[in-house]
């Protein structure tokens, strides 16, 4: 049989994976475990068939904490899939972009032995994480009259607060969170709680089509 785990950074990135690839399936979701358990150095099953599990590792720096499973993995013969962020070099300065990123991730296997194929967010060749990937899929007819709303409000709060203040409000990760909120409240915005269907999200935008050729690529569906 076929099986693979796909190593991610955080609960976020499985609930979006586990949607994606029942997208790509083209049937609808499983229902999940309670993502707010999701612990990191687990794993979960998110899909049957084919067999995937989804294991949350934390960011890429956390990656070499998790060799022994990841080595107990490849004995058990599962394939597996890094899916992490590509960041920018002002998030991480050591790590952090694409190049510096792959580059410390490949390494990872060389110096450890260890056997896995690599996606970063958004698309493989550019700086950025879930979040830009997220923006980059919204229902524009949804997203328009919120991000109006939402920029007006930051340059509002600019008059009366710290600019570093409206800097963090504008960042991608409050973006996306806002623009669950107003639609679906404030216990769907949850990152673990969000369900990225047709309504709200693209997931067959051509901005997925390097992730979705990726998991094709890797997984028998």
């Excluded at 990872?108 to 958004?122: A, C, G």
Aim: hydrophobic residues 35%; neutral net charge; aromatic residues 14%.
């Amino acid at each position: 049989m076929n099986k693979y785990i796909i190593v991610v950074e955080g609960s976020a990135d499985a609930v979006f994976i586990n949607d994606l690839i029942f997208s790509i399936k083209n049937e609808n979701s499983l229902e999940y475990i309670k993502l707010k358990k999701f612990k990191t150095g687990v794993k979960y099953k998110i899909s049957d068939s084919p067999l995937i599990y989804v294991f949350i590792a934390g960011g890429c720096s956390k990656i070499v904490h998790y060799k022994i499973k990841i080595e107990e993995f490849q004995d058990q013969d599962y394939k597996i899939l890094m899916i992490q962020d590509a960041d920018n070099e002002k998030k991480d300065k050591k790590i952090g972009g694409v190049i510096k990123r792959m580059k410390y991730l490949d390494d990872i296997k060389k110096e450890h032995n260890l056997t896995f194929s690599t996606f970063l967010f958004p698309n493989n060749e550019s700086d950025g994480d879930l979040e830009t990937i997220l923006l980059s899929i919204v229902n524009e007819s949804k997203f328009g009259p919120f991000i109006e709303s939402y920029q007006s409000y930051a340059k509002q709060v600019s008059s009366f607060t710290e600019i570093k203040h409206v800097e963090e409000i504008l960042e991608d990760k409050y973006k996306v969170f806002g623009y669950c909120q107003v639609y679906s409240g404030m216990e769907k915005a949850n990152e673990k709680s969000r369900n990225y269907n047709s309504l709200f999200w693209n997931l067959k935008s051509q901005n997925l089509n390097k992730l979705t050729d990726f998991l094709k690529k890797e997984i028998i569906f």
